[in-house]
């Protein structure tokens, strides 16, 4: 029997009043403790749910640890509702920030495991951007990194990429902190896996990108882009051979 994400639809949601003086970035030592503490007891416990009932394999570890000190931009393909569970492994231990959903913060009793968890809000409403943004380029200029899904909504097991916003490619350029491409691919299930009626899944860092520093900010995004969508389709390119 199948996993299923679970149905968050029905539950009632608690609003989350996001103005100029959400604290987007939790800074307190305590804070900082209890977060990591909770990141790495839920990587442990999930470890089986990966390796085992998902017979999830992580390739290109190296790649992530190539990441030098300091902030970075982590993009991954949004195909699984634990993808960031995926991430979070691959990229441990480093301290994460994952950009989420306003209506993630909204759920009663999750939304603080989220928070806690890392999760920073997207405002739905445009005027509050600017804070947001200006959150970000904070988290990054004191050495975190930021996870962000460039293809914005969730598609569950979707086995092609979608088109690519540029938030992530922006915040990149302006921060000069390099791009740290993951994808998420799916195969057909072998041996005791096929008595799931899900695909298992491959995760695969790829080399950090870095932006042009000679081109103006419009080009080095658009470069970034480009290059992280080329790279992540030579990497489903190979692993379909």
Known sequence: MAIKAPDFDSWRRIPLRLDKHFSYLRRGILWRFFSRLLCGLVLLILWPVHRIWFGTRFMGRENARALPKGGAVVICNHAHWLD????GRMIYPRRAYYVTLQSNLELPVIRRLVRLLGGIPIPRKPRMY?????SVHQALADGDTIV????????PYCRQLRDFQNAAFSFSADQNVPILPIYISFRKPKGL???K???CMDVRALSPIWPDGRLSRKDRIQKLKETALEEMENAAGLLKV
């Open 84 to 87: 960031c569970t995926l991430v």
């Open 130 to 134: 600017p804070v947001f943004k200006q």
């Open 148 to 155: 962000i899904y460039p293809e914005g909504a969730l598609e």
């Open 193 to 195: 896996f096929r008595l």
């Open 197 to 199: 009626k899900r695909p």
